[in-house]
């Protein structure tokens, strides 16, 4: 017989599952609701074995997906009260998540290989990393789908200052509260990897450093050689065009 915990874990799963929308796609050169949720799943694959089978809507109350599942996501009414998507768009976001994940979490390699493919023409590999680390909340390697949905939530529907929160603790590299010179300076030149060599208009080689005086003088008000998130919210909230791209994503799911 089954176990109490995986009768709700089945539940729990079924309940999540009962929604499904097909989340394949790139976005177009204008957001389009569709591609842009696409996309958000696209960045999150999941870790994949060759041993372990995709999961299917016929094989949701087998005994074989409770053992390919190694992580259990959060209860969903849990969820709801967690971040700012109904019940209807957890279903939605948890079904593409698992089929493209089926052991309920995705790690960084992982996560790289598929960023990669949205910028053939560039190296990628450092921004993902930064990008991984601030998804991964617990610092253990690995994004869950409660990690997943939890940052997409604040993304794109999170206030101005939870977005911009957000934002901080991924310039801020060693979570240490405030952003160096140093840590800037590796997050430009990771974009400006990402983004490659022939753009256009092509870029200069000081590109980044300028980048970073840019926003040294913007940010850092007491000249102290960092940024705290006083400072960069100070300036943030001032500034029209930060808030209006922060708005960017707001009814994109």
């Known amino acids: 017989m089954k176990s109490r915990s995986q009768d709700q874990s089945l539940s729990d799963s079924r309940e999540l599952d009962r929604s499904y929308d097909p989340l394949t796609g790139n976005p177009p050169s204008k957001p389009n609701k569709k591609t842009i949720k696409q996309r958000f799943l696209k ?4 870790c994949r074995s060759g041993s372990s089978p995709s999961v299917n809507e016929g094989s949701i109350g087998d005994e074989g997906e409770l053992s390919t599942v190694c992580h ?23 079904r593409g ?3 493209e994940c089926p052991s309920g979490v995705v790690d960084e390699e992982t996560f790289k290989s598929i960023y990669a493919q949205f910028f053939p023409q560039g190296d990628s590999s450092m921004y993902a990393h930064f990008l991984f680390e601030a998804f991964d909340t617990h610092n253990n390697g690995l994004v869950s789908f409660k990690d997943f949905v939890v940052s997409l939530s ?4 999170g206030s101005i200052t939870d977005k911009l929160n957000w934002a901080f603790n991924l310039y801020d590299l060693n979570k240490d509260g405030c952003i160096t010179r140093e840590e800037m300076t590796d997050i430009m030149h990771s974009i400006y990897e990402m983004m490659g060599k022939y753009t256009y208009p092509s870029v200069k080689d000081n590109a980044p450093k300028e980048h970073v005086d840019s ?10 050689g960092v940024v705290t998130i006083e400072e960069f919210l100070e300036t943030c909230q001032k500034d029209e065009n930060i808030i209006q791209s922060m708005h960017m994503f707001d009814h994109v799911i």
């Open 43 to 46: 960045l999150l694959p999941c």
């Open 72 to 94: 259990r996501p959060e209860r969903l009414d849990r969820l709801v009260q967690q971040t700012n998507f109904s019940k209807k768009e957890l279903q939605v976001l948890y």
């Open 97 to 99: 998540f698992k089929n």
């Open 154 to 157: 604040i993304i794109l529907r």
């Open 215 to 224: 926003f040294f003088q913007k940010m850092d008000k007491n000249n102290d």
